[in-house]
């Protein structure tokens, strides 16, 4: 042994002890490379310092010749659980505790009794020189009497015959075990006879009465029979551990091969040859379960193995099966690890790469579902022989609850599948774990089905991760989706929009896709539940990783819904990475998503979808263009509320030509829209509209509508819609009715539940206090900004002072600190009166209203 390979061994008896563990963990404890480590631990493999499991990965552990039930094959597998139940039967104080092995005929009964025997002592409860009595009761079923005198013995003259004292098996099994076989054959009389002896320690021979024969023996029991049909239930109830062999067709395939080399391997010890065993035949044999056992398995391989030797006794290498298939058989001899079994597995990436190419072949020139299926299914033929019922089940156990909870609950698919069809998908997806992947070519395979089912590939996916979180088995297992979906694929590839459905909180935006996907019956819409302080760019992450993975060409367009935010702003991000149509709507309801997922199960045209979205009403925005809109348009934004922006647009709407699309919009979004957009989103806007003037660096008109009150700011506002196409008369119009709207009488007008005639009063006595503070006297038409601004803050804050929710701002520098104290005292007057406070935000709008004179 080199160093490093000492290093290696000690690092995995220190560490890992008895646990099999992975070769990359072993690597980055011994800090060594996977290469490297592995021709260590070949090295010790071989040396026998290590035993290895093969499988995915290869486990291994510390070779321990005394490990308990280690020729059992299974003792770490299926037999697990029963190898430690027989410990404790044996080691209980304070002479164990007899029990009883069922099953059929030739699955390991007599075998594992007597590893159980062999343990005991081992394990020092028994001395080494205790026997291992066994009486097989079938060998004496039609004469009760000679089977009792047999096990129990008989005092001289206790029957003809009797000519002197003699002891029976039990008294030879004294201090050790006695193995009862096919115990349901033992008369009731012995049965009674048995469970006294459990109970007391003693019995009593045939025609002996008085002296009772004391004995300390462990018996095991074994039958082929159901307990209760053939046992006195008294006997039964007697005996505390009933342990439950597994059919060999039942077994794993791992131990149903070692069972198989094991057997080969015993007769290659006994007529001293080595065997070359084709693939084929060991298959045919791991497929044994006509006659279902070990022993029928083992006499099987009997016969072969002298049929072959028979042929070529004169020979060392003894080949069976077929010659056509020589290159593919295992080599099993005296030395022959019977837990390796590489070489097969060759045989099934062969198979499995060779449905590959198939199933390429057929998606490559369109072929249909069903021939698709057709092929999956000769494959799973001829792989059968790996069919484990264990690993089957748990696969279809996982599976079924993946069908229900991921494609019917959230998916709304309903498939129609008999419990075959799920058994076969479920041994599809077993496969993987028999399978070195990494031989295994699956890039091409998942990027055709990619192309041709992306929909039912994305759910496939879904469910894949809830059955295993390895990332290969989603990769590796993509082939079955075929079986799984066969009669819904084209329904579900048949939708071609993508659509999103986006809600804060655990479960909202599932649930409403999963009431609208159940509707519709088919899946129409992902959805991802956010946590609630999730930003916009966390967002979009999700939005573009399902948007990605959905394919682009000629795909009709992308429906997002989502609960809260800005909608141009939802929409510009998701812009940035998809060239589709776009729909986003804003504050979605189930309702809503409904409407829209009926109509994308329709297949209706993007634009009719888009009109139909835009009538969910007020409540619920909707964006379908790039821009602020796809139609000519003014932006009417005023600082004093939106309901002031609302009345513009009204008196625009009454007197221009409607050529241009009115769009209101409050004051911070206006802000905020300008901040981060480029120009080519105002691209169809002819000007804004406000009351304060806003510095921006976007090319774009801005007017202030207390200048258009004022010869200059007119004509200004006269050019830009003359330009954009209007009329002088219409203009005019509009002129005349914002003049009457900006005066004292058109602020009172406005006020809704306020005495008008007292907030005028309260308004130009605080405008008055700033003039008086900053000795400045204010032009008339800021006065009546000043008053508009002021008299509707007042309602606003009386109305919404709790509701509402502002960005929130600092005052940095002198001159803002200090107006920020002053008009904290001008406030204090109308706060007590009206009960609310002026918000540091609507101070600095004040700031920004005032702050060209101060
Ligand atoms: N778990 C096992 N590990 C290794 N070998 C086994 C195992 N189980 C069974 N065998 C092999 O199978 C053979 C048949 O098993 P055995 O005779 O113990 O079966 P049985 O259930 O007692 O059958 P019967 O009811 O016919 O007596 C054994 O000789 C043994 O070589």
Not at 525 to 540: T, Y
Not at 731 to 757: C, S, V
Not at 842 to 850: A, K, V
Request: net charge negative; glycine share 6%.
């Amino acid at each position: 042994m080199t160093k490093s390979v000492d290093k290696v061994y000690k690092v995995i008896q220190e560490e890992y002890g008895d646990e099999w563990t992975d070769t990359k963990t072993i690597a980055d404890a011994a800090g060594l490379s996977r290469n490297v480590i592995s021709i260590y631990l070949s090295q010790l493999y071989k040396e026998g310092k290590l035993t290895k499991k093969s499988g995915r990965p290869v486990l291994w552990k510390i070779a321990k010749d005394d490990a308990p039930f280690q020729n059992l094959i299974g003792h770490s597998g299926s037999l697990k659980d029963i190898v430690k139940k027989c410990q404790e039967s044996i080691v209980y104080p304070p002479n164990g505790f007899p029990l009883i092995i069922t099953g059929p005929s030739g699955v390991g009964k007599s075998f594992l009794a007597k590893d159980i025997y062999n343990e005991a002592k081992k394990m020092k409860v028994i001395s080494d020189d205790a026997k291992f009595v066994t009486l097989n009761a079938a060998d004496y079923a039609n004469n009760p009497e000679l089977l009792s005198s047999v096990l129990f013995g008989y005092k001289k003259g206790a029957f003809t015959g009797a000519n002197e004292d003699t002891l029976g098996l039990i008294d030879q099994a004294d201090n050790g075990y006695f193995f009862l076989d096919e115990v349901h054959r033992l008369p009731k009389e012995s049965q009674e006879k048995l469970f006294s002896l459990l109970d007391l320690g003693k019995f009593y021979p045939l025609g002996e009465n008085e002296n009772a024969h004391k004995v300390n023996v462990r018996f095991i029991f074994a039958t082929t029979e159901d307990l209760d049909n053939f046992l006195l239930k008294t006997f039964v109830r007697r005996v505390p551990l009933h342990v439950s062999l597994p059919a060999f067709k039942d077994r794993p395939l791992t131990e149903r091969l070692a069972l198989i080399t094991n057997a080969f391997k015993e007769e290659a010890v006994r007529i001293d040859r080595r065997f070359y065993i084709t693939n084929k035949v060991i298959e045919e044999l791991t497929k044994n379960d006509a006659s279902g056992n070990v022993g029928a398995m083992q006499n099987e391989v009997k016969l072969l193995c002298a049929s072959a030797y028979t042929e070529n006794y004169q020979g060392k290498d003894i080949h069976i099966g077929s010659s056509s298939e020589k290159d593919n058989y295992i080599v099993i001899d005296k030395d022959t690890d019977i837990n390796d079994r590489t070489e097969s597995i060759d045989n099934e990436i062969d198979l499995i790469n060779q449905l590959h190419l198939a199933l390429k072949k057929s998606t490559s020139k369109k072929d249909t579902i069903s021939n698709q299926i057709l092929l999956l299914m000769k494959f799973l033929k001829k792989l059968d022989y790996l069919m484990d019922t264990n690993l089957i089940q748990s696969i279809s156990y996982k599976l079924k609850i993946g069908i229900e909870s991921i494609l019917n609950k959230r998916y709304g698919l309903k498939l129609q599948l008999s419990d075959a069809d799920i058994k076969q998908i479920s041994f599809g997806l077993s496969l993987y774990y028999f399978t070195d992947y990494e031989k295994v070519n699956m890039t091409e395979l998942n990027s055709d089905f990619e192309e041709l089912y992306p929909r039912t590939m994305y759910v496939y996916k879904q469910l894949l991760k809830g059955i295993s979180e390895d990332k290969d088995f989603e990769e590796f297992n993509i082939p079955w989706l075929v079986l799984l979906f066969k009669d819904k694929i084209n329904q579900i590839e048949s939708i071609q929009y993508t659509g999103i459905i986006l809600a804060h909180g655990d479960s909202t935006a599932t649930s409403i896709q999963s009431v609208v996907n159940n509707l519709c019956g088919n899946y129409i819409f992902e959805a991802f539940d956010m946590p609630i302080d999730i930003s916009i760019h966390e967002i979009n992450n999700y939005v573009q990783k399902y948007i990605r993975q959905q394919k682009d060409r000629d795909h009709k367009g992308i429906f997002v819904l989502f609960d809260m935010g800005s909608l141009t702003q939802m929409f510009s991000e998701i812009k940035k990475y998809s060239n589709c149509e776009l729909l986003v709507i804003n504050n979605v309801t189930t309702a809503t998503a409904l409407d829209v997922g009926i109509r994308i199960q329709r297949n209706d045209g993007f634009k009719e979808i888009t009109r139909a979205a835009n009538k969910f009403g007020e409540a619920c925005g909707t964006q379908y263009y790039e821009g602020l809109s796809d139609n000519s348009n003014i932006v009417v934004s005023c600082m004093s509320g939106v309901g002031l922006s609302e009345e513009i647009k009204r008196m625009m709407l009454e007197s221009l030509s409607n050529k241009f699309e009115i769009i209101t919009m409050d004051y911070k979004d206006l802000k905020q829209t300008l901040e981060n957009h480029e120009q080519k989103f105002f691209d169809k806007t002819k000007f804004v509209v406000t009351t304060t003037d806003i510095d921006t660096n976007l090319d774009i008109d801005i007017i202030n509508i207390y200048d258009i009150m004022e010869k200059d700011g007119y004509a200004r506002f006269e050019k830009l819609l003359i330009n954009s196409g209007e009329q002088k008369p219409n203009i005019e119009a509009l002129m005349n009715k914002m003049l009457k709207f900006f005066t004292i009488e058109g602020i009172k007008d406005r006020l809704q539940f306020l005495n008008p005639d007292v907030v005028i009063d309260e308004v130009q006595l605080i405008t008055q206090r700033y003039q008086e503070y900053y000795d400045i006297s204010l032009d008339g038409k800021t006065k009546l900004n000043l008053y508009m601004h002021l008299s509707l803050m007042i309602e606003r804050m009386l109305v919404n002072s709790r509701k509402q929710e502002n960005p929130s701002v600092s005052f940095e520098g002198d001159k803002e600190k200090e107006f920020y104290s002053v008009s904290k005292t001008i406030f204090k007057g109308i706060e007590l009166k009206y009960n609310f406070q002026v918000n540091d935000y609507e101070i600095s709008l004040m700031y920004q209203l005032l702050h060209f004179y101060i």
